[in-house]
């Protein structure tokens, strides 16, 4: 079984739910991971909150990496899985 930990160097972008990006040195302990699997590497996208202390569910970090892909025209289909954060 794939964990968190495992999947934190494939992080290639933070988001936040006001649109921010950030870098991946900011990421912070409870944000949900949105995962793809590319090949035999994952890449993962990082989404939390820009209030303190709240967690963004599946769907909604889903649908936020799924629209910034597609802005900056990286093709993205729904990912493989998801790993919610935790407090």
Sequence with gaps: MITREM???FVAY???DALGVHPARDMLPNA???VWQLGVKP???AVQSYF???LIDADE???IV???LREIKVQ???PNYVIEGVR
């Design 7 to 9: 999947l934190l160097p």
């Design 14 to 16: 933070v988001l936040d």
């Design 32 to 34: 949900t991971l949105v």
């Design 43 to 45: 890449m993962a996208v």
């Design 52 to 54: 303190p202390d709240t």
């Design 61 to 63: 970090a889903a649908e």
């Design 66 to 68: 799924i629209d910034y």
């Design 76 to 78: 993205s289909a729904y």
